[in-house]
């Protein structure tokens, strides 16, 4: 029923107010799918350059997977005008990472946002997000986080970004990633990853999951795990 471009993201995503007659909300709208031999920017260059939204909606499928989706907004691909995107509930936050750290807040409860910030660090490290920044993580009233826009993810990197990043890990979390099936996986996001994405995630869950092991068999496992 109404519509307005975003302030927020390279990516110019439109703002989208929908209705049923009944409930009326917000959501954020993203079509970008840009492919590009060659993309320099100002510190590297990136070869075989994705930008796109069915990066969106294969997170969220991935985070279904690992029993996280309450961490990422339901992404859905729609069409809206001439335009096919991902579609997202408008998040009820208050902040987000950007605003806290200029605010210098610090949230109530820190050991509740410590484990959350490990799974989102976790996932972070699984989808290889070449445009990981503190705009995309979000705050809700509660000090829930949210982790948004995964345009640039799904890098066919067989390595991690940032291992030194991963201290601590959900038991259940942890469970889900020794379990999770790259056959599985393929079927959910069928659409939207290519089977060399498929792989490159896979094989970075297993990378995680050594050096999670590792540092339990250093540390003790209720050291690491929670």
């Known amino acids: 029923v109404d519509s307005k471009h975003s302030d927020r993201g390279v990516t110019n995503p439109w703002r989208l107010t929908l209705s049923d007659g009944t409930v009326t909300h917000d959501a954020s709208f993203q079509a970008i799918d840009e ?11 990136e070869l075989n350059f994705v930008d796109s939204y069915k990066y969106n909606i294969a997170a969220y499928r991935l985070a279904e997977l690992l029993g996280i989706d309450d961490m990422l907004p339901v992404y859905v691909e729609r069409k809206w005008q001439r335009y096919t995107g991902s579609l997202s509930w408008w998040l009820p936050v208050q902040m987000d990472e950007v605003e806290r750290h200029r605010r210098k807040l610090e949230p109530p409860d820190q050991d509740a946002w410590n484990k959350q910030m490990y799974k989102i660090r976790v996932l972070d490290e699984l989808v290889y997000d070449t445009d990981p920044n503190l705009t995309n993580v979000l705050i809700g ?7 948004i826009d995964f345009t640039r993810a799904f890098r066919q990197e067989n390595k991690l970004q940032n291992p030194n990043d991963l201290v601590r890990c959900d038991r259940k979390l942890f469970e889900r990633l020794k379990a999770l099936d790259g056959n599985e996986l393929a079927q959910q996001t069928k659409h939207y990853l290519t089977k060399g994405e498929v792989q490159g995630v896979m094989a970075r869950r297993t990378k995680i999951v050594d050096y999670f092991q590792k540092l339990i068999a250093e540390k003790g496992e209720n050291e690491v795990l929670y």
């Open 35 to 45: 492919h590009k031999t060659q993309m320099v920017f100002a510190n590297r260059t």
């Open 141 to 147: 009233k509660d000090w829930k986080i949210y982790r």
